[in-house]
């Protein structure tokens, strides 16, 4: 089977052809508009989906040597996301299957992430804990076998990459804030500054980053009533290196209480070099095994969305014309 995948949750255009077996086109064209906002503006991102949409379908066609044709299926994010970006995905992909007669199915976003390791790794042991973080989403899942769900824990206020928008911002540095953050601490002391750690002594396998956040803009407050330029580097680093502790002692424990053969990352934040480095070696002295998506797999990206609905639709899975976008569409424990 020859997939179509269709990503346009947020402010990247993606398309993708996956088969059995590997990636065979995978475009992604970011929106360089909202960086001088500071953020994702929701009106430019849609407007920009519906521009760029077709010509970005086509390419990936091209770059993988087919025509509409060769397609057996179809794939598209259906949430969550921006109502306007989502929405300009999944009209697209209804009228393309009508057009064409073919399967199509919508895919929840964050399962897309989390089966993006298989693009990279085909064998993976599980059980497994699988980390899930990203810019809007914190959520550490056990994964019984593929497609099967059960939520052990989520962020309770804000998620991992969000804090690194925050902090970036605080800094007044450049977004998206997780590279900048990453680019500033190669040079910083992660044992400069202490900062918290929150829900490390609780019982469970949820997460608070708004604190850590809090904690940065106090400090730099603080060192700026003093007359004191504060020390981009260390901060960077410090703040870097709190969020990488929660995210691995959460996930280790859970692999260790659920007997997990596996530990997987997937979600933007995960493409941090010293997460992914900290990660891996603690896996190694935990003797589980360890996987990761490919660092452009990790971000918003069709692949995984197309990986994703060949996983479902080769069991027979479809979605019908009646199916809406969801902007608020949570992750949730799978039914068996």
């Known amino acids: 089977m020859n997939i179509l995948g269709i990503e346009t949750s947020c402010d990247e255009t993606s398309a993708a052809v996956v088969n059995e077996q590997s990636i065979l086109a995978n475009i992604i064209a970011t929106q360089s508009i909202h960086q001088k906002y500071g953020g994702v503006v929701p009106e430019y991102a849609s407007r920009a989906h519906i521009i760029k949409l077709a010509p970005i379908v086509q390419e990936a066609l091209h770059t993988a040597g087919m025509d509409f044709r060769d397609l057996d299926g179809l794939a598209v994010t259906f949430g969550p996301g921006l109502a306007g970006s989502l929405l300009a995905g999944l009209c697209f992909c209804k009228g393309l299957a009508l057009s064409l007669n073919i399967p199509w199915i919508g895919i929840n ?21 699988c980390l899930v973080a990203s810019g809007g989403h914190t959520i550490l899942v056990y994964i019984k076998e593929p497609l099967h769900y059960r939520i052990l824990g989520r ?69 700026h009533k003093q007359g004191i330029e504060a020390p981009m580097a260390d901060i960077c680093a410090s703040f870097q290196k709190a969020v990488i502790d929660v995210l691995a002692q959460k996930s280790f424990n859970a692999v260790k209480e659920y007997r997990c053969k596996s530990l997987i990352l997937a979600g933007g934040v995960v493409r941090n070099t010293p997460l992914r480095e900290n990660f891996r070696e603690l896996a190694r002295h935990s003797q589980v095994h360890f996987y990761a998506p490919a660092p452009d797999l990790c971000t918003d990206n069709a692949a995984m969305i197309a990986r994703a609905g060949y996983m479902r639709l080769i069991q027979n899975q479809r979605s019908d014309f009646m199916l809406d976008v969801v902007p608020n569409l949570s992750f949730t424990d799978s039914p068996n």
């Open 155 to 223: 962020t309770i206020d804000d998620a991992a990459g969000e804090a690194f928008d925050k902090v970036a911002k605080i800094l007044g540095l450049p977004y998206p804030g997780g590279p900048s953050v990453e680019k500033f601490a190669q040079t910083g002391n992660e044992a400069a500054i202490r900062f918290p750690r929150a829900l490390l002594e609780n019982d469970n396998y949820n997460f608070s980053f708004s604190g850590l956040k809090t904690a940065v803009l106090y400090y730099v407050e603080s060192l």
């Open 109 to 129: 976003h964050i399962e897309g992430h989390i089966v993006a390791v298989h693009a990279n790794q085909q064998n993976i042991d599980y059980p497994a804990i």
